[in-house]
């Protein structure tokens, strides 16, 4: 039952990281986005501001780079980057 349980935290832990990566690149899309909308000059939704629009684009991508990132877990990709770990 101890290994479950390192298992379930060692995939948390996963998750925490991955949610951490796909936010930071979310950020990036909406940063270079809004950058990109403020030099052309382009409206990107009518009625609404490109910053809500843009936010609403980020989410989207924040929510599909995540489950991207969460369908690659691996054990193994732990034991591959990790030569300690390998049984001897």
Same mark, same amino acid.
């Given at each position: 039952?101890?290994v479950?349980? =390192? +298992?379930?935290? +060692?995939k948390?832990e996963?998750? $925490? @990281? /991955?949610?951490?990566?796909?936010a =930071?690149d979310?950020? =990036? @899309?909406?940063?270079?986005? /809004?950058l990109?909308?403020?030099? &052309? !000059?382009?409206n &990107?939704? %009518? !009625?609404?501001s /490109?910053a @809500?629009? +843009?936010?609403?684009?980020?989410? &989207?991508?924040l929510?599909?780079?995540?489950g991207? %990132?969460?369908?690659r877990?691996?054990? #193994?990709?732990? #034991? #591959?980057?990790?030569p300690?770990? $390998? %049984?001897r």
């Amino acid at each position: 039952m101890r290994v479950e349980r =390192l +298992l379930r935290r +060692l995939k948390l832990e996963f998750v $925490k @990281v /991955n949610l951490l990566q796909a936010a =930071l690149d979310s950020i =990036l @899309v909406f940063l270079g986005a /809004n950058l990109a909308t403020f030099f &052309v !000059g382009l409206n &990107v939704m %009518r !009625g609404v501001s /490109n910053a @809500v629009a +843009l936010a609403g684009m980020s989410s &989207v991508f924040l929510v599909a780079d995540l489950g991207f %990132r969460a369908s690659r877990y691996r054990l #193994e990709l732990f #034991e #591959e980057r990790n030569p300690e770990l $390998k %049984r001897r």
